[in-house]
Nanobody, 124 residues
Framework: QVRLVESGGRLVQAGGSLRLSCAASGLTFSTYGMGWFRQAPGKEREFVATITWTDALTTRYADSVKGRFTIARDNDKNTLSLQMNSLRPEDTAMYYC????????????????WGQGTQVTVSS
């Protein structure tokens, strides 16, 4: 059984930082593209960042987070992380870890497995 378990979400002031983590089990982590998505109330789930499973560990980011967020993975520990700096109120959302049997995870439709989410709230 595949499990993706996120942690690290909490209330933070604008301009602050958070680090989200995702612990994966039940899948061959090193062969899955991994990513983060987020969903704010009343809005669709949107792409945030993705990282390939290849040795190059290529990353892609949504324009709204580029330069502020950093995605990383540790294939030995089966973990995914998202370092979020310079947080803004518009970053408030439930953040989801996602896995796909493809190079990248760029769309929700391409996700094979989802975590349960962790709430990030940024106060102004």
């Amino acid at each position: 059984q595949v499990r993706l378990v996120e942690s690290g979400g909490r209330l933070v002031q604008a301009g602050g930082s958070l680090r989200l983590s995702c612990a994966a089990s039940g899948l061959t982590f090193s062969t899955y593209g991994m990513g983060w998505f987020r969903q704010a109330p009343g809005k669709e789930r949107e792409f945030v960042a993705t990282i390939t499973w290849t040795d190059a560990l290529t990353t892609r980011y949504a324009d709204s987070v580029k330069g502020r967020f950093t995605i990383a993975r540790d294939n030995d520990k089966n973990t995914l992380s998202l370092q979020m700096n310079s947080l803004r109120p518009e970053d408030t959302a439930m953040y989801y870890c996602a896995a796909a049997d493809s190079l990248f995870v760029l769309t929700a439709a391409g996700v094979n497995y989802w975590g349960q989410g962790t709430q990030v709230t940024v106060s102004s």
